[in-house]
C-alpha cells in the first residue's frame, strides 16, 4: 500500500491504534511511516491531543492530495478495465434528491465502482416528488431519496434512517452547552437548507411544533456551502447526521452539539425502482450492495 493511502487511514480513523488494526501493522511500523513520510515533506503532519491524532494545515493539504491520488488511481483501473475487457460497459442512471446526492450517493458509487469498475453511471438530480415520477417512466433505473415512498408500481427499500444535528463554530456560545434544549435555537442566526428538501421539511415542522423563530440568515441548496460559510457568518445550522465527516467538520472550524430534541427528527432514505430495473444485472448488483453496506453499517457502532 502506497504511503498516502497509510496516511488517508490513519486521518480518517484518527488514531494510530485503529489504524494500525485496519493496516494490519504493528503500531511502532505505522508510526515509522507517518515520521518518514513528515521528514521526506519536511513538515508535522499531526498534533497529538490526549489519545486523539488531529491534522495541521499541512496535514489538511496532504490529506486533500491523497484523495486526490486515490481519484486518478481508481480512474486508471477503470480504463485500463475498459480496455482489457471485450464486453459493452454496463450503464445504469441513478435519480437523487439534492440531499442524497450530496451525502449518500458518492459512498454509494465509490463501492460500486471499485467492485464494477466497468459500469458507467449516470446522475440525475432534482427534489423527491421529481425523481418518483423518473423512476416510474424508467427515465431513471433508480431512484434515491430522503424518504419513504409508497406507489403503485415502485419497490422502496430503506436503507437508514438519518436526523438532523446542531453545527455551530467552535467558537459559538453554544459550543460548549452540554445538550442544550430546542428553545435555545429561537432568535438563533442560522444558515438553512433551501425550502422544498425533506430535511427542510422536518427542520420547519420542528420549528413549528415548539414555537421556534430562528434569525434565519440565508438558504442554500449546498450542504458544503453552508459548512464553508458558518464561521464566516457565526451561525449555526442543522445538517443531516449522514452529511457529517470528522475532517469536514474539523477543517472548516465547526463542532456538532448534540441536543436530544433533535435526534426525533428522522427521515429514512431509500432505493426506489421497478420490477424490470431489478431484473438487470448491473442494477440488481448496486442495490445489493446498497442494501448490504447499510445492513453492515447498521450493525457496527459509528466511529
Request: aromatic share 6%; hydrophobic share 40%; glycine share 4%.
Amino acid at each position: 500500500m502506497e504511503i498516502f493511502d497509510i496516511f488517508a487511514v490513519v486521518v480518517e480513523q484518527q488514531s494510530l491504534n485503529k489504524a494500525s488494526q485496519l493496516l494490519n501493522l504493528s503500531q511502532p511500523a505505522l508510526s515509522r511511516k507517518i515520521m518518514r513520510l513528515e521528514e521526506e515533506l519536511g513538515v508535522s503532519l499531526f498534533t497529538r491531543k490526549g489519545k486523539r491524532l488531529e491534522l495541521t494545515r499541512a496535514g489538511h493539504i496532504c490529506y486533500e492530495h491523497a484523495l486526490e491520488l486515490k481519484r486518478l488511481e481508481h480512474k486508471l483501473e477503470q480504463s485500463l478495465a475498459a480496455y482489457k475487457s471485450n464486453n459493452p460497459p454496463a450503464a445504469m442512471t441513478v435519480g437523487a434528491s439534492l440531499t442524497t446526492l450530496q451525502s449518500t450517493l458518492p459512498d454509494l458509487i465509490a463501492l460500486y465502482t471499485r467492485e464494477h469498475p466497468n459500469t458507467d453511471i449516470k446522475a440525475v438530480t432534482g427534489k423527491t416528488h421529481e425523481i418518483v415520477p423518473l423512476v416510474k417512466e424508467k427515465k431513471v433505473d433508480i431512484g434515491l431519496v430522503a424518504s419513504r415512498i409508497e406507489h403503485p408500481g415502485l419497490t422502496c427499500l430503506p436503507l437508514f434512517d438519518d436526523h438532523l444535528c446542531l453545527i455551530v463554530p467552535i467558537e459559538h456560545p453554544l459550543a460548549g452547552k452540554a445538550n442544550p434544549g430546542v428553545g435555545e435555537l429561537d432568535g438563533l442566526p442560522m444558515i438553512l437548507f433551501s425550502r422544498g428538501t425533506w430535511y427542510r421539511i422536518l427542520m420547519d415542522e420542528l420549528f413549528h411544533r415548539h414555537a421556534i423563530h430562528p434569525d434565519v440568515k440565508m438558504e442554500i441548496d449546498s450542504f458544503e456551502a453552508i459548512i464553508r460559510l458558518l464561521s464566516i457568518c457565526q451561525a449555526a445550522t442543522l445538517l443531516p447526521e449522514s452529511y457529517l465527516r470528522h475532517p469536514l467538520i474539523e477543517y472548516n472550524g465547526l463542532k456538532v452539539v448534540r441536543m436530544p430534541a433533535l435526534e426525533g427528527t428522522t427521515r429514512t432514505t431509500s432505493l426506489l425502482y421497478v420490477e424490470e430495473a431489478d431484473r438487470q444485472p448491473a442494477i440488481r448488483r448496486f442495490i445489493d450492495l446498497a442494501e448490504a453496506y447499510y445492513r453492515d453499517k447498521r450493525k457496527s457502532p459509528r466511529l
